[in-house]
């Protein structure tokens, strides 16, 4: 048990020299978010109007969603548990709370994976070729229908995957090439509505079967646009949800409401670059900081850029309003959000990495195999690629990559601090904060359902604070 008593236990604040330079490590206070905040106050009024104010525009109120807000409710905050972090050598100690990790909500969370993931492509995924931007949106008259049925999202993924390659391999003229796709469905616009569309990186050309890049010549997105218009209407057809007849109305229209863009080239060698792009393509559907709470009225105002419908740069809501609003695009349970497609597959990186290692190890036998397929010409990266699943990198590891700031590094003496035990037990938990005057009571909201004191629920990571990131001023 903690010894309360020991001077050398301080606040979770965290501070150490680097370069002649004091730099702070804060944890974050949950209970200080604006979203924590809107949440914790409204919480019992959202779950009683859905069915009758929200669900219309919204969808139903689907499990996943009651689940992320109580996880929510609970991350980063010490009166929930935490770990005990402690230098060997000074003995300074400080706490550190554990998180949710849920998807979709938690600004904490999602930065945290949204940092590794990017790193992952970055050093595993992207070959050093060049690559480009991809935004693929739907319009209007269609998405209620992929609101409706969210299983319409997979096949928008895949068909705007197979719109892609179609559209290189015809200006390319090589129907055996395939590119290299790294895909993420976004399901927001700017305030927050249901506004499913694509954004991809893919290389800005193909590669053969012997791993050849062949560079993209200019071509018209006009083409790429008509291919993916295409393959839509004939999902909707196929599933009964239009008519030929109205998807032959809708052709005829001027503007199909069927937007492309697609940005310069990134040079394969410009990593930091690539890594900014996937950060910003894997980013959260809304931002804490652009929303301001006011509690006397029950609004939130949310900014955004400039509505040319409105004429403004900020939307009022109910609280309850923008509750339903940001948890519509809390994805499933285990549903995919990166998907990875042709060059950049899980099998296709699974057969480069078994062929790279059958030959380094036929190699080392001294019997080189002639069988093994021609690694000349291929980028380091294409032949290097090791296909795994996106890491569990070290709470350490992502703070300091995101701010420089090293917090297992004590202040005090500059040694390694270490973890040394996890506090879950509500007596101790009580009896630590107390000691510490950090202890501000449970707040639970009334209606919210006890937490489960099983074993398998309780994630045991210390949380991962919002990082600012990300040209606001892009959004669809």
């Given at each position: 048990?903690?010894?309360?008593?020991?001077?050398?236990?301080?606040?979770?604040?965290?501070?150490?020299?680097?370069?002649?330079?004091?730099?702070?490590?804060?944890?974050?206070?949950?209970?200080?978010?604006?979203?924590?905040?809107?949440?914790?106050?409204?919480?019992?009024?959202?779950?009683?109007?859905?069915?009758?104010?929200?669900?219309?525009?919204?969808?139903?109120?689907?499990?996943?969603?009651?689940?992320?807000?109580?996880?929510?409710?609970?991350?980063?905050?010490?009166?929930?548990?935490?770990?005990?972090?402690?230098?060997p050598t000074c003995r300074l100690e400080y706490l550190l709370a554990f998180s949710c990790k849920t998807r979709g909500f938690c600004p904490s969370c999602q930065q945290r994976?949204?940092?590794?993931?990017?790193?992952?492509?970055?050093?595993?995924?992207?070959?050093?070729?060049?690559?480009?931007?991809?935004?693929?949106?739907?319009?209007?008259?269609?998405?209620?229908?992929?609101?409706?049925?969210?299983?319409?999202?997979?096949?928008?993924?895949?068909?705007?995957?197979?719109?892609?390659?179609?559209?290189?391999?015809?200006?390319?003229?090589?129907?055996?090439?395939?590119?290299?796709?790294?895909?993420?469905?976004?399901t927001f616009g700017d305030y927050l509505n249901f506004h499913p569309h694509i954004h991809a990186i893919a290389t800005d050309g193909l590669f053969d079967r012997t791993g050849?890049?062949?560079?993209?010549?200019?071509?018209?997105?006009?083409?790429?646009?008509?291919?993916?218009?295409?393959?839509?209407?004939?999902?909707?057809?196929?599933?009964?949800?239009?008519?030929?007849?109205?998807?032959?109305?809708?052709?005829?229209?001027?503007?199909?409401?069927?937007?492309?863009?697609?940005?310069?080239?990134?040079?394969?060698?410009?990593?930091?670059?690539?890594?900014?792009?996937?950060?910003?393509?894997?980013?959260?559907?809304?931002?804490?900081?652009?929303?301001?709470?006011?509690?006397?009225?029950?609004?939130?105002?949310?900014?955004?850029?400039?509505?040319?419908?409105?004429?403004?740069?900020?939307?009022?809501?109910?609280?309850?309003?923008?509750?339903?609003?940001?948890?519509?695009?809390?994805?499933?349970?285990?549903?995919?959000?990166?998907?990875?497609?042709?060059?950049?597959?899980?099998?296709?990186?699974?057969?480069?990495?078994?062929?790279?290692?059958?030959?380094?190890?036929?190699?080392?036998?001294?019997?080189?195999?002639?069988?093994?397929?021609?690694?000349?010409?291929?980028?380091?990266?294409?032949?290097?690629?090791?296909?795994?699943?996106?890491?569990?990198?070290?709470?350490?590891?992502?703070?300091?990559?995101?701010?420089?700031?090293?917090?297992?590094?004590?202040?005090?003496?500059?040694?390694?601090?270490?973890?040394?035990?996890?506090?879950?037990?509500?007596?101790?938990?009580?009896?630590?904060?107390?000691?510490?005057?950090?202890?501000?009571?449970?707040?639970?909201?009334?209606?919210?359902?006890?937490?489960?004191?099983?074993?398998?629920?309780?994630?045991?990571?210390?949380?991962?604070?919002?990082?600012?990131?990300?040209?606001?001023?892009?959004?669809?």
């Open positions: 048990m903690l010894a309360t008593n020991t001077p050398a236990f301080r606040c979770p604040t965290l501070i150490h020299a680097s370069r002649n330079a004091f730099v702070q490590y804060q944890p974050r206070r949950p209970r200080a978010s604006p979203l924590w905040r809107c949440l914790h106050e409204n919480f019992a009024a959202f779950l009683t109007e859905y069915e009758q104010r929200h669900r219309p525009r919204c969808g139903e109120l689907r499990p996943i969603i009651r689940e992320v807000l109580e996880k929510f409710l609970d991350c980063g905050d010490l009166h929930q548990g935490f770990a005990r972090v402690r230098c994976r949204t940092v590794q993931t990017a790193q992952v492509l970055v050093e595993d995924v992207f070959a050093t070729v060049p690559h480009c931007h991809y935004v693929l949106s739907l319009p209007v008259a269609v998405r209620s229908f992929f609101q409706r049925d969210r299983s319409l999202l997979t096949d928008l993924c895949r068909l705007a995957n197979e719109s892609l390659r179609e559209w290189m391999q015809t200006a390319l003229d090589r129907t055996n090439g395939a590119p290299g796709v790294v895909l993420t469905l976004h050849m890049f062949t560079p993209l010549p200019d071509a018209k997105l006009r083409a790429l646009r008509d291919v993916f218009r295409a393959k839509i209407f004939w999902l909707l057809v196929q599933r009964r949800l239009l008519s030929p007849a109205l998807v032959h109305k809708f052709m005829q229209w001027k503007h199909s409401g069927f937007n492309l863009y697609r940005s310069d080239p990134v040079k394969g060698t410009h990593r930091a670059e690539l890594e900014d792009l996937a950060q910003y393509i894997l980013r959260h559907s809304f931002s804490v900081q652009k929303m301001t709470y006011i509690a006397h009225s029950n609004r939130v105002i949310y900014h955004s850029r400039l509505n040319p419908a409105t004429r403004r740069n900020f939307e009022v809501f109910t609280a309850t309003d923008f509750l339903a609003a940001i948890t519509q695009h809390i994805p499933e349970k285990g549903a995919q959000t990166v998907k990875y497609y042709g060059y950049y597959s899980n099998k296709a990186r699974g057969q480069r990495a078994k062929s790279l290692s059958d030959a380094d190890e036929a190699v080392r036998r001294g019997s080189p195999d002639p069988a093994a397929p021609p690694t000349a010409g291929l980028p380091d990266h294409s032949v290097a690629t090791s296909p795994r699943r996106i890491p569990s990198r070290a709470w350490r590891e992502l703070i300091k990559r995101a701010w420089g700031v090293d917090p297992l590094l004590c202040p005090k003496c500059g040694g390694q601090m270490r973890l040394i035990s996890l506090i879950e037990d509500d007596a101790i938990i009580e009896k630590i904060l107390r000691h510490l005057d950090l202890w501000e009571g449970l707040a639970r909201p009334t209606d919210r359902a006890p937490p489960l004191r099983l074993e398998s629920e309780y994630v045991r990571e210390p949380f991962y604070d919002d990082i600012p990131y990300g040209p606001d001023a892009y959004a669809e």
